[in-house]
C-alpha cells in the first residue's frame, strides 16, 4: 500500500493532515488536579514557563494518550499561552498525537535506505494485517501504527520502532511476528536500549518522570544490553577516512597549553591566527620547530579517546600544512571524502547498509 496523493493516507504522510484534535471519549478519565501539579513541577524547571510546553503535551499524552481538547487547555491555562498557541505546537510535531493512540505506537521507517531494503513492505504487510493505515488504531486498541522518516539508525535497516525503542534489521516476516507479539500482549526486548513498556509509559518518560517502579528497575533500564551494538558505522569510516567535523566558528581562543584554556579547533585558533573576515584566510605560522602548540595538538591526537576524536585531532593539528594559509573556502571541508579516498563506484565500504 503507498501513500496516494490526495487520500487520507497520503495527506498524512506529507504532513499536510489538518484534522483537528479529536474530541475525548465519554469514558476517558479526566485530567486530575495530580496532573496540573505535574505540570507545575516541569514549568518550575525552566527560566521561561513557555519552554515547558513540550514536556507538558507528553505528559498530557501519558495520561489521556494523546493531546486531547483538555489537556490543550491545562496547558494553556497553566502557561498562559492561548489554546490556540498550544494546538500550533501539538500539530506542529509528529509526536504528539490528536487522535487516540494503541497501547503500542510502531513506527516504521519508510525513508530513503529503510524503504529500498524492504521498509515500505514491512509497513504494508503490517497495514494488511491490523487493518489500519498511517497514524491509525487497530480495532482492538493494541497498537497505532505510521510510516515515520529516517529514524536514525539507517545502518541498521530496515528498523521499526515501538514506543520509541529500537527493533533493527527488520524483514517482513520479523515485523508481523513483532506486532502479533504486542497484540498477544508481550513485550519482546528491543534490539538495543532500555525495555518496551508502552506508549503512556515512554510518554511519561519524555515528560521527564520516571516511568519504572524504582531505582532497581530504572538502572535495569539503563544498563539493558541489547543484541546489536551502538551504530557506530559512521563513526569508523570517518576515521577511516581521516575526515572530522569542520571547526567550530567562534572568536579565537587562547592557546592549549594556557593554563586551564580550552582547546582550540583550529590551527588559526591555536597560534591567535587571524581570520580576515571577508576571505577568511588563515597566516601560515612560518615556524621552523616544535612549538607549544604543536606540542600540545600531539597530546591531543595521542590522547584521543576513540577513532573519531583521533581523526578531529589530526585534522586540526598545525602540521596539517598543506591546506594552511590557504583560503577557507579552498580548504578540504572536514566532512568531504578526500579525492584518494574516494571508494570505487558500485563498492560499498560496509556490509551495505550504510
Ligand atoms: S532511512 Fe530508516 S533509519 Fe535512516
Redesign the pocket.
Known amino acids: 500500500m503507498s501513500a496516494l496523493p490526495g487520500s487520507a493516507e497520503g495527506t498524512a504522510v506529507t504532513g499536510l493532515d489538518s484534522s483537528p484534535v479529536e474530541p475525548a471519549a465519554a469514558d476517558l478519565p479526566p485530567l486530575t488536579e495530580q496532573v496540573r501539579l505535574e505540570a507545575r513541577e516541569i514549568i518550575a524547571r525552566y527560566p521561561q514557563p513557555r519552554s515547558a510546553l513540550l514536556p507538558m503535551l507528553h505528559l498530557v499524552q501519558s495520561h489521556q494518550g494523546y493531546v486531547t481538547p483538555e489537556g490543550v487547555a491545562l496547558c494553556a491555562e497553566e502557561l498562559g499561552l492561548t489554546k490556540a498557541e498550544v494546538g500550533a505546537v501539538a500539530t506542529f510535531y509528529t509526536m504528539y498525537k490528536r487522535r487516540p493512540t494503541g497501547r503500542h505506537l510502531v513506527s516504521v ?7 529500498v ?1 524492504g ?1 515500505q513492505r514491512i509497513f504494508d504487510a503490517l497495514s494488511r494485517d491490523l487493518g489500519v493505515h498511517h497514524d491509525e488504531t487497530a480495532a482492538d486498541g493494541s497498537v497505532t501504527l505510521e510510516h ?12 521499526v520502532t515501538v514506543d520509541y525503542e529500537f527493533y533493527d534489521q527488520q524483514d517482513v516476516d520479523s515485523a508481523r511476528e513483532l506486532v502479533a507479539a504486542l497484540r498477544r500482549g508481550e513485550k519482546p526486548h528491543p534490539t538495543r536500549g532500555a525495555p518496551l513498556t508502552d506508549f503512556r509509559g515512554v510518554s511519561r518518560q519524555l515528560a521527564g518522570f520516571d516511568q519504572y517502579g524504582g531505582e532497581a528497575a530504572r538502572a535495569a533500564a539503563v544498563d539493558a544490553e541489547g543484541a546489536i551494538g551502538p551504530t557506530l558505522a559512521g563513526l569508523r569510516l570517518a576515521a577511516e577516512r581521516g575526515e572530522s567535523a569542520p571547526p567550530m566558528p567562534g572568536p579565537a581562543r587562547p592557546p592549549a597549553d594556557t593554563a586551564g584554556g580550552p582547546r582550540p579547533a583550529h590551527p588559526s585558533q591555536a597560534q591567535g591566527g587571524a581570520r580576515d573576515g571577508a576571505g577568511e584566510t588563515v597566516r601560515p605560522s612560518g615556524r621552523t620547530g616544535e612549538t607549544p602548540e604543536e606540542e600540545a595538538a600531539d597530546a591531543r591526537v595521542a590522547a584521543a579517546d576513540n577513532p573519531a576524536e583521533r581523526a578531529g585531532a589530526a585534522q586540526a593539528h598545525p602540521d596539517k600544512g598543506a591546506e594552511y594559509g590557504q583560503p577557507r573556502g579552498r580548504q578540504h571541508a572536514g566532512t568531504e571524502t578526500p579525492p584518494a579516498t574516494e571508494p570505487a563506484t558500485g563498492t560499498t565500504p560496509t556490509d551495505g547498509k550504510a
Open positions: 521507517c519508510t525513508n530513503t535506505l529503510c524503504a531494503l521498509g515515520a522518516e529516517c529514524l536514525a539508525a539507517c545502518d541498521y535497516a530496515p528498523v
